[in-house]
């Protein structure tokens, strides 16, 4: 139990890039997660390339980089990882593990490997032709005899090295990654910004357009109405006029009908000849003036619109010069 105990706590211990124990100083980022400062370092010189150091005579300027465990993004003043506050819990913690532990737990685990063809044999050596872990009697005797091998721990450590130069290569690409889909998520919103500030210029346009067309079909439609208008009361004031001549003359017909049915002729002779003068003057009353034929014709207001209607049909989008 002790022993699951201490390597529960060593894996809480452990840096996620070097995945070494951490070593002082002890950096505790934003999100609360910890790293080597030589890791952190590592891992922000990767993601900053041009990033001056504290030592150059430029002046320095702020960075960024991602948090290894949880992807967060950790903003860095011009003292890049010196800026960062140190764990002094953690590292109070790791000596206290250190003093208590008298050799790391991969050491431990290390002494339980045994080699599966000589099982009084521990593992020891790396066959590098093979690339597996094995015994010194593999070596000497066994299947690894012809091989060129090297001491566990070096492998060990080379592997481990490149492991951590792999994440940090990983971490910083990782980086770069998602600056490009931030950037790119930002020239999605400027399309989107730019295609409605498009739509509302192409619209206003166009509703210009309407203005000018609406304008002057009204100025078109006031010349129909007048002229139409104009014709209307001259023919209505014919009308009003032919109709009082009919109305007068048909009360003469009426009055001479009359003047016919009188028996007496000296009473017939007193009215006759006036009566006979107003027939001759309603007779020879003027009633030519009306309207010429055409007149109602109102086919001079027709419009082509079709060499309009083709060139807004050719309304296209200006390219730039």
């Given at each position: 139990?002790?022993?699951?105990?201490?390597?529960?706590?060593?894996?809480?211990?452990?840096?996620?890039?070097?995945?070494?124990?951490?070593?002082?100083?002890?950096v505790?980022?934003?999100?609360?997660?910890?790293?080597?400062?030589?890791?952190?370092?590592?891992?922000f010189?990767?993601?900053?390339?041009?990033?001056?150091s504290?030592?150059?005579?430029?002046?320095?300027?702020?960075?960024?980089?991602?948090?290894p465990?949880?992807?967060?993004?950790v903003?860095?003043?011009?003292?890049?990882?010196?800026?960062?506050?140190?764990?002094?819990?953690?590292?109070?913690?790791?000596?206290?593990?250190?003093?208590?532990?008298?050799?790391?737990?991969?050491?431990?685990?290390?002494?339980?490997?045994?080699?599966?063809?000589?099982?009084?044999?521990?593992?020891?050596?790396?066959?590098?032709?093979?690339?597996?872990?094995?015994?010194?009697?593999c070596?000497?005797?066994?299947?690894?005899?012809?091989c060129?091998?090297?001491?566990l721990?070096?492998?060990?450590?080379?592997?481990k090295?490149?492991?951590?130069?792999?994440?940090?290569?990983?971490?910083?690409?990782?980086d770069?990654?998602?600056?490009?889909?931030?950037?790119?998520e930002?020239?999605?919103?400027?399309i989107?910004?730019?295609?409605?500030?498009?739509?509302?210029?192409v619209?206003?346009?166009?509703?210009?357009?309407?203005?000018?067309?609406?304008?002057?079909?009204?100025e078109?439609?006031?010349?129909?109405a007048?002229?139409?208008?104009a014709?209307?009361?001259?023919?209505?004031g014919?009308?009003?006029?032919?109709?009082?001549?009919?109305?007068?003359?048909?009360?003469?017909?009426?009055?001479?009908?009359?003047?016919?049915?009188?028996?007496?002729?000296?009473?017939?002779?007193?009215?006759?000849?006036?009566?006979?003068?107003?027939?001759?003057d309603?007779?020879?009353?003027?009633?030519?003036?009306?309207?010429?034929?055409?007149?109602?014709?109102?086919?001079?207001?027709?419009?082509?619109?079709?060499?309009?209607?083709?060139?807004?049909?050719t309304?296209?989008?200006?390219?730039?010069a």
């Amino acid at each position: 139990a002790e022993a699951r105990s201490m390597e529960s706590l060593e894996k809480q211990l452990i840096c996620p890039i070097c995945l070494e124990m951490f070593s002082k100083p002890v950096v505790i980022l934003p999100c609360q997660h910890n790293l080597c400062r030589k890791c952190a370092n590592d891992v922000f010189q990767a993601s900053n390339p041009l990033w001056q150091s504290r030592g150059s005579s430029a002046v320095p300027s702020g960075g960024r980089f991602r948090c290894p465990s949880c992807r967060h993004e950790v903003v860095l003043d011009r003292h890049g990882v010196y800026g960062l506050q140190r764990n002094l819990l953690v590292e109070n913690i790791i000596d206290i593990y250190k003093q208590e532990s008298a050799r790391p737990l991969h050491n431990k685990a290390e002494q339980h490997l045994m080699c599966e063809e000589h099982e009084d044999e521990r593992i020891n050596i790396y066959c590098l032709r093979c690339e597996v872990p094995t015994c010194s009697l593999c070596k000497v005797f066994g299947a690894h005899k012809d091989c060129e091998v090297a001491p566990l721990p070096a492998v060990y450590q080379r592997q481990k090295s490149e492991l951590s130069d792999g994440i940090a290569m990983l971490v910083a690409g990782n980086d770069r990654i998602q600056a490009i889909i931030t950037q790119m998520e930002e020239i999605c919103h400027t399309i989107e910004e730019n295609g409605r500030r498009q739509k509302q210029h192409v619209g206003l346009r166009f509703d210009a357009l309407y203005g000018i067309l609406e304008e002057r079909k009204k100025e078109l439609l006031q010349s129909i109405a007048a002229e139409q208008e104009a014709k209307l009361q001259r023919v209505r004031g014919l009308i009003r006029q032919y109709g009082d001549h009919l109305e007068a003359s048909s009360k003469l017909v009426e009055t001479a009908i009359q003047a016919m049915e009188e028996p007496q002729m000296a009473v017939y002779l007193q009215h006759s000849k006036e009566l006979l003068k107003k027939i001759t003057d309603m007779s020879k009353a003027s009633m030519s003036s009306r309207p010429e034929p055409g007149y109602e014709n109102m086919d001079h207001f027709s419009i082509n619109v079709d060499y309009v209607a083709e060139m807004l049909r050719t309304i296209e989008f200006q390219t730039g010069a």
